[in-house]
Structure formats: structure tokens, C-alpha cells
């Protein structure tokens, strides 16, 4: 059964009608995906290939709706040159030449986020053959991040069957899939950012954020501690609107009356909907146990910090994980 936060985040994802492009066109789940898009209306999208493979394997696949899409191949792409051009003058400080770009914009990886950057698509998902850092370097070194964030994090939307915790069950784990030693200003940022997918992909009307640590106000001394402390403190300079409190333990964080037990003074002891963790060991174990001990299921990563929407799947992923990024980029798009 379809989870529910899923159909909302389609639904929004369909009301945008947002321009996704998918960078691995011939390949075989994405094409499959790409026809349910299409199909549904979830998403505009851009297919990058060669034209006459992706449809003779649409063919070969019985894909009806392929033909909705734009096909570019960036071999043949007769804007090679233009994006050749743009590319350098990127990359200028580090030396770009012209015929470096030539060959580097025949990559769809690079071409992907070219057209990201020329306003030609508003986002992108890649990684079914690719791997993360490849996915992800050309992403850094052209659309960059956010103004005033310097750190790219992943999130992830646990849905619980105990629906006590968080919201109604639901809750935001971050950084569980990018950053592994976030200094305190990257994981004020990462909090900052984490809030607002919150709010803006699982429809939190009010992210609570707890940043996590093994201590809760001061109940231990370490440097650690001091970062999780320092990096509360950042986060509130940062933005003052988000509702947020560090350094609490998890069960203080989610437990209304441990919360209440060790953090009296805080507004988001017990009542936390999004979870920070320290560190990425922290956040990707933790996230994985929630998942297979608790049987939680885990949507995502949700890719943040970026200036536009870029998401990476898993190389395991199935049909159903291309659909549901592309609902989730489309919809990051729509936030933006």
C-alpha cells in the first residue's frame, strides 16, 4: 500500500509542474519510471541519451508515454558549444578549456546540471548506475549550494508505525547520508535546512528540531558535547524562526516525559519532530536500525543544501524509488 505522505508529495509534485531531467536515460528503471511520470503528469521531464536507443528500448519495453518527454542526446546535443562556453566560464578559476569542456559536456552527469544552471530544467535525479560522488561533483562545481550554506547534507522521512513520536508518526532524520564530520556551523546549517524539507517535502506545519548528542544540558562535559552546544547557538543566528534546541539525547528529545524530566526549560524536549544527529556515522546508523528494528519505513535521501534540487538513488533502487525521487525533487522545486 502507497504510503500517504507519498500521495500528498505527488500531488504536489503534479501541481507544479516542474522540468526534471534524468541523466541516465537508457537506464532500465529510470526509463520504466520515467513512463509512469509521464503518464501520471507528476513531472516534466528530460531524458539523456541517444535518442534511438532510449526509444528502441521503450519499444522493446512495451513504454507508451516516452514520447512526452524531451530527448537529448549530449553527443549530438546541437547546444554542445553553448554549454561548452558556459561550463568554462564556470570553471574559469580552475582553469577550464574549451576543449575539456567540449568533451566533459558529452557527460550527461555535467549536462544535467547545465541545464540546471541555464534555467532549461529545475532539477535532477541520478545514481541507478552511477555513484554518489560522481552524481554529486558536478552538481558542487556548477549549481553550488545555497547562499549561506556551505555543507550538502541527506535527509530522510521516517514514517513510524508507532504514531506517538514525532508527527502523527512521521519524522525527519538528517544528516544521514553526506556530511560524515560536520563541523558546529555545518550542522547548524544542516538543522537550518533540515527544518525547512521538513516542513516543505513531509508537510510538518511546525519543525521542531532537536540537534542530538549523549549529553542533555550539560548532564556530561566533552568536546564533542561542546560542538553539538555551539552548533544550537549557531543555528538560532542563522534563523531565528526555527523552533530548535541542542544538546538534548533522544529520548529526551521525543519523550514527552523524559523531556520534561531533563530539559524542563525547553520548548522541544519530548515534542521533537526533526532529528539531528552529530555526526554522519551517527545519523546513517541510526536511521537504518529505526528502519529494520522498528520497521519504519524511509523515504529518501532527500539531498539538501544544493541551490537546486539534486537527488541521488540508490544503485539497489527499484522503479518505485525513481517515481518517488522524482515526486520529492519536483516538489523540493516547487518549495524553492
Same mark, same amino acid.
Given at each position: 500500500?502507497?504510503?500517504?505522505?507519498?500521495?500528498?508529495?505527488?500531488?504536489?509534485?503534479?501541481?507544479?509542474?516542474?522540468?526534471?531531467?534524468?541523466?541516465?536515460?537508457?537506464?532500465?528503471?529510470?526509463?520504466?519510471?520515467?513512463?509512469?511520470?509521464?503518464?501520471?503528469?507528476?513531472?516534466?521531464?528530460?531524458?539523456l541519451?541517444?535518442?534511438a536507443e532510449?526509444?528502441?528500448?521503450?519499444?522493446e519495453?512495451?513504454?507508451?508515454?516516452?514520447?512526452?518527454?524531451?530527448i537529448?542526446?549530449?553527443?549530438?546535443?546541437?547546444?554542445?558549444?553553448?554549454?561548452?562556453?558556459? =561550463?568554462?566560464?564556470?570553471?574559469?578559476?580552475?582553469?577550464?578549456?574549451?576543449?575539456?569542456?567540449m568533451?566533459?559536456?558529452?557527460?550527461? =552527469?555535467?549536462?544535467?546540471?547545465?541545464?540546471?544552471?541555464?534555467?532549461?530544467?529545475?532539477?535532477?535525479?541520478?545514481?541507478?548506475?552511477?555513484?554518489?560522488?560522481?552524481?554529486?561533483?558536478p552538481?558542487?562545481?556548477?549549481?553550488?549550494?545555497?547562499?549561506?550554506?556551505?555543507?550538502?547534507?541527506g535527509?530522510?522521512?521516517?514514517?513510524?508505525?508507532?504514531?506517538?513520536?514525532?508527527?502523527?508518526?512521521m519524522?525527519?532524520?538528517a544528516?544521514?547520508?553526506?556530511?560524515?564530520?560536520?563541523?558546529?556551523?555545518?550542522l547548524?546549517e544542516?538543522?537550518?535546512?533540515?527544518?525547512?524539507t521538513?516542513?516543505?517535502?513531509?508537510?510538518?506545519?511546525?519543525?521542531?528540531?532537536?540537534?542530538l548528542?549523549?549529553?542533555?544540558?550539560?548532564?556530561?562535559?566533552?568536546?564533542?558535547?561542546?560542538?553539538?552546544?555551539?552548533?544550537?547557538?549557531?543555528?538560532?543566528?542563522?534563523?531565528?524562526?526555527?523552533?530548535?534546541?541542542?544538546?538534548?539525547?533522544?529520548?529526551?528529545?521525543?519523550?514527552?516525559?523524559?523531556?520534561?524530566?531533563?530539559?524542563?526549560?525547553s520548548?522541544?524536549?519530548?515534542?521533537?519532530?526533526?532529528?539531528?544527529?552529530?555526526?554522519?556515522?551517527?545519523?546513517?546508523?541510526?536511521?537504518?536500525?529505526?528502519?529494520? =528494528?522498528?520497521?519504519?519505513?524511509?523515504?529518501?535521501?532527500?539531498?539538501?543544501?544544493m541551490?537546486?534540487?539534486?537527488?541521488? =538513488?540508490?544503485?539497489?533502487?527499484?522503479?518505485?524509488?525513481?517515481?518517488?525521487?522524482?515526486?520529492?525533487?519536483?516538489?523540493?522545486?516547487?518549495?524553492?
Amino acid at each position: 500500500m502507497e504510503l500517504e505522505i507519498m500521495n500528498q508529495i505527488k500531488a504536489k509534485a503534479k501541481a507544479a509542474n516542474k522540468c526534471i531531467v534524468l541523466a541516465e536515460g537508457t537506464e532500465e528503471r529510470t526509463l520504466k519510471a520515467a513512463d509512469v511520470i509521464l503518464s501520471e503528469g507528476i513531472a516534466r521531464l528530460i531524458l539523456l541519451g541517444n535518442e534511438a536507443e532510449i526509444k528502441n528500448l521503450a519499444a522493446e519495453w512495451g513504454l507508451k508515454n516516452i514520447d512526452k518527454a524531451t530527448i537529448i542526446d549530449p553527443v549530438t546535443n546541437p547546444k554542445k558549444e553553448y554549454y561548452a562556453e558556459m =561550463l568554462c566560464e564556470i570553471r574559469k578559476k580552475k582553469g577550464m578549456q574549451m576543449d575539456e569542456a567540449m568533451k566533459l559536456v558529452e557527460d550527461p =552527469l555535467y549536462l544535467a546540471t547545465l541545464l540546471i544552471k541555464n534555467g532549461d530544467a529545475d532539477g535532477e535525479v541520478a545514481g541507478a548506475r552511477n555513484a554518489t560522488g560522481d552524481v554529486l561533483r558536478p552538481a558542487f562545481q556548477i549549481v553550488k549550494t545555497l547562499p549561506g550554506v556551505s555543507v550538502v547534507s541527506g535527509a530522510f522521512i521516517m514514517v513510524l508505525k508507532d504514531k506517538t513520536y514525532g508527527e502523527n508518526g512521521m519524522m525527519v532524520f538528517a544528516d544521514c547520508a553526506a556530511t560524515p564530520c560536520p563541523t558546529d556551523r555545518e550542522l547548524a546549517e544542516i538543522a537550518v535546512v533540515s527544518a525547512r524539507t521538513a516542513k516543505a517535502i513531509a508537510g510538518f506545519e511546525e519543525p521542531r528540531v532537536a540537534i542530538l548528542s549523549f549529553s542533555t544540558k550539560g548532564s556530561a562535559k566533552h568536546e564533542l558535547v561542546d560542538k553539538v552546544i555551539s552548533a544550537t547557538k549557531i543555528a538560532h543566528e542563522l534563523d531565528p524562526e526555527v523552533k530548535l534546541d541542542g544538546e538534548l539525547q533522544a529520548d529526551a528529545a521525543i519523550v514527552p516525559k523524559v523531556g520534561a524530566s531533563k530539559a524542563p526549560e525547553s520548548e522541544i524536549a519530548g515534542k521533537a519532530n526533526v532529528l539531528v544527529f552529530p555526526d554522519l556515522q551517527a545519523g546513517n546508523i541510526c536511521y537504518k536500525l529505526v528502519q529494520r =528494528l522498528a520497521g519504519a519505513e524511509a523515504i529518501g535521501p532527500v539531498m539538501q543544501g544544493m541551490a537546486a534540487p539534486i537527488n541521488d =538513488l540508490s544503485r539497489g533502487c527499484s522503479v518505485e524509488d525513481v517515481i518517488n525521487v522524482v515526486a520529492i525533487t519536483a516538489s523540493q522545486a516547487a518549495a524553492k
